[in-house]
């Protein structure tokens, strides 16, 4: 389980010896549960990816705590077997001189440095993801958007988290891709029995894939929904974000 208690983040601006500091993220309290997907959706700027950097432990709040199972986020232990990320940016998410191969192994080896890891399981991972074995020699670069995002998924998979947290994920995906990777997260969501917290700022993929969904606005969290009842937001704001959508 997740919990974030009364997390606050500012930046300083106006370069390094500057004293102003401009607050990201107020007052944000939530908790995940294992298995749930749970949507970050908001604007642009509205402090999405700095609360997943924070739930991903890369940074640490200024206030409040984010806890994996009651340990520290930025614990290694606490994250692993907890949580792995999948990013917008995919291109430079694989190291360009990796093949596929080499990439799907680097977090296996990383997690088990003495084990030897049975090519099978990358041939399994690459066949849960869509791809087939040719794919295992094949580089970053030889790869179409959705294919080397499925390769980040199964990265991010390999090692089993009860949470993969997707920044942005599909934003960048065709339409129609967009929605065969959303159903290939369906389907691992379920083989793996885990959940997501899905950050983006598309309401539509938000509640194709979760079950409830967080509307963060400058920093706090304005509502919470389940998404079945997405339409029953109750502030202005979630309602305008609703609108444009529906319109
Ligand atoms: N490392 C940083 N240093 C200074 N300011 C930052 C830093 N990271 C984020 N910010 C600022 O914090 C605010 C929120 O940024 P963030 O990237 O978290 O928003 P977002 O909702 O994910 O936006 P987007 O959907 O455009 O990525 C922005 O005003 C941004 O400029």
New binding site residues.
Partial sequence: MLTVERVEKS???GGLFARRR?Q?LSGISFEWKAGECLGII???????????RLLLGIERPDRGSVRWEGRPADERRARRGSVSAVFQDYTSSIHPFFTVEKALMEPLTLRNKRAAIDSRRIDRLLEQVGLDSSYRNKYPHELSGGEAQRVCIARAVATEPRCILLD?AVSSLDGSVQVQVLDLLRSLKTAYDMGYIF?T?DIQAAAYLCDRVMI?RD?RIEETVDVDRLRDVQSPYAKKLLDMVMA
């Fill in positions: 930046y300083r601006t401009k990201v908001g604007e642009s700027g509205s402090g999405k990816s700095t609360l997943g942005e950050i700022h963060v920093g």
